[in-house]
């Protein structure tokens, strides 16, 4: 009994070897044999001259080709419309959502979340330190910081809160500093007082340089000298440093009254008026010292004294040593009675 494969053994094969057995016995027998001849050469493969598919250049064209030509002769494929339409329905959408404000609290939602989330982790304001502060309340300076408590360290605008510092009136110069985990530094300058300045009925209190500091609280500071006149706060500095080589007289001035922004008088504390020249002043005021120690003059009852001529003074009594001295005048020039005896 044969087996299953050689039952199953493929019929082609069969007859071929019936093929080549007759084929054998034909030509034995010297039958002739019809067959063409090959006009290849050995090794080269035969032409198919009959096909075009496949050659360079003549490829078929790619759907992106066919769906342009396509829309040139006005026939839409419809998987372009369909790709349109979920387009314009996605851009409807996005549309809709960033109008209603949901694209932009979403996007908010998702900032605050990783911002509480840094502050979590030990990034979050905790502590403002101030260092240089003086006269400056702490409360103007953490308003001009605009720092709260908690709030992400990072997000602290350092150069926004420095402009904020040197708006206030007596800061001269401040650094603010980010001081990790969560420390924000101050480092202020702050201007010093160096007099007060009254012009047109208003009272202001001046640094060396002659620039206002503040008009707030001016009551405080009238252990400073006082300036009076336009341009007094800018020559100030240079006045006083004169005045102060006789400190004596330093000691009894008032005021330091500007005039005409040309020179000086000095007002002193008992009411007397002292007129200065343009130039020359430090030896007018050697010749009023000189004097005052000779004939204490000062302390007289006078208005004013006047050493603006290098030569001589000339002194304004007041009303009431005027009428005194005219009473004197007047009494002079009577006859003086006596007896006939």
Request: net charge positive; proline share 4%.
């Amino acid at each position: 009994m044969r087996s299953v494969k050689e039952q199953k053994r493929p019929a082609r094969k069969a007859a071929s070897r019936r093929s080549a057995t007759g084929s054998r016995s034909a030509s034995g027998r010297g039958a002739k044999t019809t067959g063409r001849t090959s006009t290849v050469a050995p090794g080269r493969r035969r032409a198919k001259s009959g096909k075009s598919f496949g050659r360079r250049g003549q490829r078929p064209p790619s759907r992106l080709s066919r769906t342009i030509e396509a829309i040139r002769e006005g026939r839409l494929p419809k998987s372009l419309v369909g790709v349109a339409s979920a387009g314009f329905v996605g851009a409807a959408a996005l549309y809709g959502l960033a109008v209603g404000g949901h694209i932009a609290a979403a996007g908010s939602y998702v900032a605050d979340q990783a911002t509480a989330s840094v502050a979590w982790v030990g990034f979050g304001v905790d502590e403002v330190t101030v260092a240089g502060r003086e006269r400056t309340t702490r409360a103007d300076v953490l308003k001009a910081l605009e720092v709260e408590q908690g709030q992400v360290i990072f997000t602290v605008d350092l150069e926004s809160a420095r402009e904020n510092l040197m708006r206030l009136d007596w800061i001269a110069d401040a650094t603010v500093t980010r001081i990790l985990p969560d420390r924000v530094h101050v480092e202020l300058v702050e201007r010093r007082p160096f007099a007060v300045w009254q012009r047109g009925g208003r009272l202001a209190v001046i640094d060396a340089q002659g620039r206002p500091i503040t008009e707030d609280g001016v009551e405080g500071y009238g252990h400073l000298p006082l300036v009076v006149g336009h341009g007094a706060a800018r020559e100030a500095e240079g006045f006083t440093q004169v005045v102060a080589a006789w400190p004596e007289l330093q000691a009894r001035v008032r005021a330091y009254v500007r005039v005409g922004d040309r020179r000086w008088n000095l007002r002193l504390e008992n009411g007397v008026d002292v007129l200065l020249p343009e130039v020359g002043v430090s030896e007018a005021l050697a010749e009023l010292v000189a004097i005052d120690e000779a004939q204490r003059v000062l302390a007289r009852d006078i208005e004013a004294i006047d050493v603006r001529l290098p030569d001589r003074f000339t002194v304004r009594l007041s009303p009431d040593a005027a009428a005194r001295r005219d009473a004197v005048v007047q009494g002079w020039g009577r006859p003086l009675q006596g007896d006939d005896t």
